[in-house]
T-cell receptor, first 114, second 114 residues
Framework: DTGVSQDPRHKITKRGQNVTFRCDPI?????LYWYRQTLGQGPEFLTY????????KSRLLSDRFSAERPKGSFSTLEIQRTEQGDSAMYLC????????????FGAGTRLSVL | AQSVTQPDIHITVSEGASLELRCNYS??????LFWYVQSPGQGLQLLLK??????LVQGIKGFEAEFKRSQSSFNLRKPSVHWSDAAEYFC????????????FGGGTRLMVKP
């Protein structure tokens, strides 16, 4: 396994711009999760996919956020009209989806909105 | 809804000393419990997990944790800390529903004195 891969590692953008992050899960992991981690806090759940189906979304995921997993493999998280409050680390995790669900995390994408 | 509390935001120990990081959870049923470690700018690495059975679980890097249902606790321990253990430690609870999304505590930052 090559692990969970996230791209880019760092993104600096101006307020109002759109950004997109990519996550490649461990191969054959059918569950994929997105979390957000602000400075000094623990990660907070945003959304998850079972294969290509998005099954759960947190209320933290405002209308400006959208996530996709079109072929049940990689996933993208897009933030439209970024705000300074969106500055955070965005973490992706994947798992096999069995009942005892161990999630493996990527290194994250650090977003800074100026 | 589940929640996790890590009462200690920062802990400093001397190299070679023992370590205990506290974690208290709130969850209505038998929880799935995890400890993750995060080095600066990195993602989360799984240290150990508890699903059922023996309440003392062993993990990587010499860490162990004990599940105490009566105290709703899952404290992390290590008998002798190494300088490389300096990092942030997160306790998490996984709900037993289909999504198994994780709820994290706020983290404990460990500093190791030489």
């Amino acid at each position: 396994d090559t692990g969970v891969s996230q791209d880019p590692r760092h993104k600096i953008t101006k307020r109002g711009q759109n950004v997109t992050f990519r996550c490649d899960p461990i191969s054959e992991h059918n569950r994929l999760y997105w979390y957000r981690q602000t400075l000094g806090q623990g990660p907070e759940f945003l959304t998850y996919f079972q294969n290509e189906a998005q099954l759960e979304k947190s209320r933290l995921l405002s209308d400006r956020f959208s996530a996709e997993r079109p072929k049940g493999s990689f996933s993208t998280l897009e933030i439209q009209r970024t705000e300074q409050g969106d500055s955070a680390m965005y973490l992706c995790a994947s798992s096999t989806g069995t009942s005892k669900n161990i999630q493996y995390f990527g290194a994250g994408t650090r977003l800074s909105v100026l | 809804a589940q929640s996790v509390t890590q009462p200690d935001i920062h802990i400093t120990v001397s190299e070679g000393a023992s370590l205990e990081l506290r974690c208290n959870y709130s969850y209505g049923a038998t929880p799935y419990l995890f400890w993750y470690v995060q080095s600066p700018g990195q993602g989360l690495q799984l240290l150990l997990k508890y699903f059922s059975g023996d309440t003392l679980v062993q993990g990587i890097k010499g860490f162990e944790a004990e599940f105490k249902r009566s105290q709703s606790s899952f404290n992390l321990r290590k008998p002798s800390v190494h300088w490389s253990d300096a990092a942030e430690y997160f306790c998490a609870v996984g709900a037993g529903n289909a999504g198994n999304m994780l709820t994290f505590g706020g983290g404990t930052r460990l500093m190791v004195k030489p």
